[in-house]
């Protein structure tokens, strides 16, 4: 028996030195992402190795990043594609996956077939395109939410959570006179919440860092999310319009903490968010997996 719980233990310590070593090494690229940031520019590009703290604290590139128009614009484009689509991404989903959760649906098992075919085998990227163009959403931020109104993948999760709510439920409201609306969106939904709150997640995000078919279906710089607006500034390595009258070394270093400042820019928000859906992110994901 003590040679059991020693074995126990030394078992969970070296489980907990390897849980230790994997959360430095996935938190270290943003403590050094973060550090780098708010370090004076000069004093960051003369450090080499691991950087354990900011050098010569400097708020410059956060200034130099938040007066950007580009910035700013992609925020608020960004923010309308999160909240409208989210918005259609659940409505649709959610009446989806009712429908194929009812078990005297006529061809049911045909329907979702074909529904998940979709998700294994596509069109392809230029169909895509020239559907998108030819129903005239082609530089719209439209087109980076109703030709990916319904995700194949949280369908068949949100259906196999509404197959887990009991069916007494359903019959005792169509004895009450519930019509299908009713029933789902005053006893599904509300008995659903912990995977509807999954699913806002995992759309808000893919809209968050959603960046490929923004630069190809929008073609007005007035219309760049804010991860388009990112990529570009870490391609160019270089952001002109924020160092002008800055010389050419001077101009590279702010150039560097500026690529810096705008990630942490365009990730604190997503940090923050977690931790509200946080609570429900793992058993909303249990319960769309235990049931099929």
Avoid: C
């Avoid at 410059?60 to 923010?79: D, M, P, Q």
């Avoid at 995700?151 to 197959?163: A, D, G, Q, Y």
């Amino acid at each position: 028996m003590n040679k059991m719980n020693r074995s126990e233990k030394i078992f969970d310590v070296v489980i907990m030195i390897i849980m230790l070593g994997l959360v430095i090494v996935t938190l270290y690229p943003l403590v050094y992402v973060g550090f780098a940031s708010i370090s004076d520019a000069s004093s960051f590009m003369a450090h080499k190795g691991l950087l354990l703290k900011p050098y010569g604290m400097n708020l410059e590139a956060y200034k130099r990043v938040l007066s950007n128009h580009s910035i700013l614009t992609g925020y608020s484009n960004t923010f309308i594609i999160i909240v409208v689509g989210v918005f259609i991404n659940l409505l649709l989903t959610s009446l989806g996956a009712y429908v194929l959760s009812r078990k005297n649906v006529l061809w049911n098992r045909v329907f979702i077939f074909i529904i998940l075919f979709t998700m294994f085998f596509q069109g392809g990227l230029i169909p895509l395109y020239l559907v998108v163009k030819g129903v005239g959403l082609y530089n719209s931020l439209l087109s980076l939410v109703l030709p990916f109104a319904v995700s194949t993948f949280n369908l068949i999760i949100m259906r196999t959570s509404f197959m887990a709510i009991p069916d007494s439920l359903e019959e005792s409201a169509k004895i009450d006179g519930a019509n299908h609306y009713v029933i789902l969106f005053r006893i599904i939904i509300p008995l659903s919440m912990p995977v509807i709150a999954v699913m806002i997640m995992f759309y808000a995000v893919e809209k968050w860092n959603g960046w490929f078919y923004a630069s190809i279906f929008l073609k007005d710089r007035d219309l760049f999310p804010l991860q388009l607006i990112l990529r570009e500034i870490l391609l160019a390595n270089s952001t002109e319009s924020m160092t002008s009258g800055a010389g050419a070394d001077q101009g590279f270093q702010i150039a560097e903490t500026i690529k810096y400042a705008t990630i942490m820019v365009a990730t604190l928000p997503i940090l923050f968010f977690y931790p509200i859906v946080s609570k429900y992110f793992v058993k909303g994901v249990m319960v769309g997996a235990l049931k099929g």
